[in-house]
């Protein structure tokens, strides 16, 4: 009996990780988990290309090697502040005798989407329906099976730029693989840690890096906007670093062992020792010094992350609060600070229900990404369902033939 086996690939600025599963019926099993140093990418594009191919390459042989299989294509997560979103909306026209809505009808809005005016160095990354509406009755989620003469979709187009996602397709190639599916890490890190609960009620999910921070508002269980911002856990090291003049190897060692998020999380303020560069001895500083250093700049993070929510109308919609995931959510007190900057409540996200096999090697909001990317991109119900550009379509030109091949070819696996 063959498997149907899924891996996923996050292309991070700190670290690359893969994770190979096994899909049976409605579980997952995982195979094989795999993290190598990453040297080739910065604020999550590639610097350099036969870097991130090396690391893509030690990532996967690692999960290979505990998998007991190899495989050649992977869902690729993709980051950056080249990324950008849109609302767009459009409509068709039903012409079926008996006016009833059906797969095919949905394809036609896709398809319609694909042919929206966008910047030449742009492409479509994903078309993701935030609702439809039939003979202009709103707030509908699925609406195959129903009788109308207009069907209406709001959709969250997000975009991405043509040589950035060039340049991930030709680092994935060089380590001897090939892209399956392009996803976007805020939303691949929403199928692992987010609650159907959340996303009705409307949600924010910051996945903090550490070259950038993804952001994701869900609202009525569907995607409402999305930002990728360039500040996350490197410059917190990086401010470290320059302030209390030490490498950035201690710098970090001190973030993670000793670091807060902010001062009201401190148990008890005492003195720790910062290992002095070339002839000077160590040196001792309060905890609490080092814990402002690294406040400063968390606090812009999500001072930023709050503005954008207000600028885009979404601050009032969030009422089951803030998830926080990521490498940077492990650092100490980020929860309270977030709950601080945001007013409402905020938790950790750990990917959930990953099932039996390796699970356990990934179950920390660090890996949260690379887990959602394993989930069957895309979602399982209509409302989650989005159109996901394929290596092969990386081109800017839209095929409409190609396109509904493709199509048709998504649906006959469900």
Same mark, same amino acid.
């Given at each position: ?281 160590? =040196? *001792?500083?309060?905890? !609490? ?5 690294? #406040?400063?700049?968390? %606090?812009? /993070?999500?001072?930023?992350? +709050? ?81 996901? =550009? *394929?290596?092969?379509? !990386? ?5 409409? #033939?190609?396109?509904? %091949?493709? /199509?048709?070819?998504?649906? +006959?696996?469900?």
């Amino acid at each position: 009996m063959k498997k149907n086996v899924i891996a996923g690939l996050d292309l991070g600025t700190t670290k690359v990780c893969a994770v190979i599963a096994e899909q049976v019926e409605n579980n997952l099993n995982i195979l094989g988990f795999g993290v190598a140093p990453s040297e080739g990418l910065n604020r999550g594009l590639v610097a350099n290309i036969s870097k991130t191919a090396d690391a893509i390459n030690e990532a996967m042989h690692i999960a290979s090697n505990r998998a007991g299989l190899t495989v050649k294509e992977l869902n690729v997560g993709v980051a950056g502040e080249h990324i950008t979103s849109l609302r767009h909306r459009n409509y068709v026209t039903i012409n079926n005798p008996e006016r009833e809505i059906t797969e095919q009808d949905l394809d036609r809005l896709r398809a319609d989407v694909q042919t929206i005016r966008i910047p030449s160095d742009r492409q479509i990354l994903h078309i993701i329906p935030e609702e439809y509406s039939v003979d202009y009755q709103g707030g509908i989620d699925d609406p195959i099976g129903m009788c109308g003469s207009r069907l209406e979709a709001v959709n969250h187009v997000v975009l991405a730029s043509i040589p950035a996602i060039q340049n991930i397709k030709k680092s994935v190639e060089r380590a001897g693989f090939m892209v399956k599916d392009y996803v976007l890490q805020p939303i691949a890190s929403s199928f692992a840690v987010l609650d159907e609960n959340e996303k009705d009620l409307g949600v924010l999910l910051i996945d903090i890096g550490g070259g950038t921070t993804d952001i994701a508002v869900f609202h009525r269980k569907a995607i409402k906007h999305t930002k990728v911002i360039g500040v996350a856990g490197n410059q917190v090291t990086n401010d470290v670093r320059e302030t209390l003049g030490i490498v950035t190897a201690d710098a970090e060692k001190l973030k993670k062992e000793y670091g807060y998020a902010t001062e009201h999380a401190i148990i008890k303020d005492e003195d720790i020792f910062i290992k002095g560069v070339g002839g000077r001895g160590n =040196v *001792k500083i309060p905890l !609490s010094l080092l814990t402002q250093i690294i #406040s400063v700049r968390m %606090k812009e /993070l999500f001072a930023l992350i +709050d503005n954008e929510l207000r600028q885009a109308g979404f601050k009032n919609k969030i009422k089951a609060g803030v998830v926080l995931t990521g490498g940077g959510s492990l650092l100490k007190g980020c929860t309270e600070l977030a709950e601080e900057v945001f007013g409402m409540p905020a938790r950790i996200g750990v990917p959930l229900d990953l099932g039996s096999g390796l699970s356990n090697e990934v179950e920390s909001p660090e890996f949260a990404t690379v887990a959602g990317l394993i989930r069957g991109i895309p979602g399982k119900s209509s409302s989650e369902q989005f159109t996901t =550009v *394929k290596a092969s379509g !990386s081109e800017h030109k839209f095929n409409v #033939s190609k396109l509904f %091949k493709r /199509l048709q070819e998504f649906f +006959d696996k469900l």
